[in-house]
């Protein structure tokens, strides 16, 4: 005989939740600690469908969107209002797209649109509540609490497979991997993590046992994807590191992370012989050893030459391609993007990205916020350099919350300077004033 909980209990589970509510309403720090906590178990989700999963994070985030409507955010600095008007004007780039396609009764899947609509809220939405250090350090503390927890699973999930029952590296990292991502998906979670790791050791590390530990801490995340083989990732990440420690001038550091990288490539070719012969054995000319992305990048090219102005819409990537005998989707974000939205919708895509740049630059060029520059722009450089081979930066989760913390960096460095220099003219007109007098 089933058992109901009785009135009396849904009373209390509705109290329980209204105080949780409220609690996370008002320490906003604390939502976003545990909402970055949750990124680190992908598996607790509740299946909506085939492919579409809500997760913690994703009901945070709804709590997030109404707390910025209700409770009036921070005014947003001037890199950030212009970061925000290209990602809208690209935003409406894909909701007329889907608008046409509605009307012409092929709209796009759930799934397409319900990842547009996540990773959309994620970049509005986050940069505004991480508006102070403070935030920004409990968000970054549950980043790594999250890291941990998905280092761990992916170890006990490759535990769990016998050492002969695996035929190629392919097949490792799909073992490694959770049951409702994307076997690549580890490698964009691994950027995120690195990426936080590194602005933690910008923003809070004040000893220099802090400023050895995160470093540290961001090489060990980026070990992961490299152990189980995601190897765009893993070679975005290490140009990433490259072109940080050179803006930096950090040439020590460079020496020490290529002797980390050499001592990755042995330990693999020891452990891992055949694995790490079957990855490393690559054919640059011919995309022997590329997973197919030649061809991949070859069909999708071909359907963009049967309307490269306005696109087949978004969402029609899978079932154009598939339509036309491509094996699936181009696994290249901007030729994606092109043949989804055309060649306005690339132009606008890649507008979008340079805005990141640019606040990077700008930050960069200032000597106060030259470690935050640098690493906005080896984050860009990564994504960048990861979404030819991958769909990284087209309406991804986890670069999604990258990038939104690199904007709220950017609002962050701004307001300080405003601050600053408002200061130095206070002094100035106080200095002026007590020589007039």
């Given at each position: ?34 909402y ?34 209700f409770?009036?955010?921070v ?83 490759l ?76 070679v ?7 072109l ?20 990755v ?22 995309g ?19 309307s ?49 740049v ?41 670069p ?10 950017v ?6 300077k405003l ?19």
């Amino acid at each position: 005989m089933p058992i109901y909980p009785t009135p009396t209990l849904w009373l209390e589970i509705g109290i329980a939740a209204v105080l949780a509510i409220a609690f996370l309403w008002t320490k906003a720090e604390y939502a976003l600690f545990l909402y970055a906590f949750a990124l680190g178990f992908p598996d607790l989700a509740y299946p909506l469908g085939a492919t579409v999963n809500l997760r913690l994070e994703d009901v945070l985030i709804v709590l997030f969107l109404a707390r910025a409507i209700f409770w009036t955010p921070v005014s947003p600095s001037r890199s950030q209002k212009k970061i925000f008007v290209w990602l809208l004007i690209f935003l409406a780039a894909c909701l007329l797209s889907i608008a046409v396609e509605s009307v012409q009764g092929t709209p796009p899947s759930g799934y397409d649109a319900a990842r547009m609509a996540g990773c959309a809220v994620i970049l509005g939405v986050l940069p505004l509540l991480l508006h102070s250090e403070r935030r920004i350090q409990f968000f970054i503390a549950g980043l790594m609490c999250a890291g941990v927890a998905l280092a761990i699973q992916v170890h006990r999930h490759l535990e769990e497979i016998p050492s002969n029952g695996l035929a190629n590296f392919h097949q490792l990292k799909s073992a490694a991997n959770f049951d409702t991502w994307n076997p690549n998906t580890i490698g964009q979670a691994a950027v995120l993590l690195v990426f936080a790791a590194g602005l933690g050791g910008i923003l809070f590390a004040k000893s220099t046992a802090g400023k050895i530990l995160w470093p540290c801490i961001a090489m060990g995340f980026a070990l992961v994807p490299a152990l189980v083989f995601v190897r765009g990732t893993t070679v975005s990440m290490a140009a990433g590191f490259v072109l940080f420690l050179g803006l930096t001038r950090k040439w020590g550091w460079i020496l020490l992370f290529a002797a980390a990288c050499l001592s990755v490539l042995l330990f693999l070719r020891t452990s891992e012989r055949p694995f790490f012969e079957e990855a490393t054995d690559v054919n640059l000319t011919t995309g022997e050893g590329m997973s197919h992305r030649f061809d991949r990048w070859g069909m999708a090219i071909q359907a963009i030459r049967m309307s490269p102005v306005i696109g087949q819409g978004f969402g029609q990537e899978l079932d154009f391609l598939t339509l036309i005998g491509s094996e699936g989707r181009a696994h290249n974000a901007y030729l994606s993007v092109w043949l989804e939205l055309g060649l306005g919708g690339l132009l606008l895509f890649l507008a979008a990205i340079f805005q990141f740049v640019r606040a990077g630059y700008s930050l960069y060029a200032n000597p106060r916020f030259q470690l935050q520059g640098a690493l906005i722009l080896a984050l860009i450089f990564a994504l960048s350099l990861e979404s030819l081979g991958f769909a990284t930066l087209y309406w991804e989760k986890p670069p999604s919350i990258a990038l939104s913390l690199a904007i709220a960096v950017v609002g962050i460095c701004e307001r300080d300077k405003l601050e600053f220099v408002a200061k130095e003219n206070r002094i100035v007109a106080r200095e002026r004033s007590a020589e007039l007098a």
